[in-house]
C-alpha cells in the first residue's frame, strides 16, 4: 500500500531567534517580539522582556501570561505585592492593574495578538 503524503506545513508557521527579533522599548523596559503584530495568522503575540521597572496599566482585550526566566522582583496586581523569581508564572486577566519592580527577564504571551490601543495607564485615566 503506498504511503500517504504529508500535508504542506501551515503557511503561518514562524520560527525566530531573539537576536532577529526587534527590541523596543516598552511599559516594562525593552521587549523582544518573538511573535507579534506584524505577523500574519498569530493567535498570540510573545515578548521577551527584560523589566526593569513598569508602569501601572491594564488591558481591557488582552490577557498575559508572564513567565520569570531570570532575576527576581514583585509583580503588584490589583494593589497586591507579591514576589516573584525564576520560575514562577503569573496569569494576568484583562482589567487587572499590574506592575513590576525588579530586574528580571520575563516571558510575556499575550492573547489575543497585540494591539497597543489597549493598553491603559493608571495615572492617564
Known sequence: MPEKPSPPPPSNLILRHEEQ???????????????S???DD???????????????????????LYYVLEGEG???LDGREHDVHKGSMI???????HSAAGKMRVLVVGIPDIDDSDVFYVDED
Not at 496569569?91 to 492593574?97: A, K, T, Y
Open 21 to 35: 527579533a526587534a527590541k523596543e522599548a516598552s511599559a516594562c523596559g525593552y521587549r523582544y517580539r518573538l511573535l
Open 37 to 39: 503584530r506584524g505577523d
Open 42 to 64: 498569530v493567535a498570540a503575540w510573545a515578548h521577551a522582556v527584560d523589566i526593569n521597572g513598569a508602569r501601572p496599566h491594564y488591558h481591557k482585550r488582552a490577557t498575559e
Open 74 to 76: 514583585t509583580v503588584l
Open 91 to 97: 496569569h494576568i486577566p484583562p482589567g487587572v492593574v
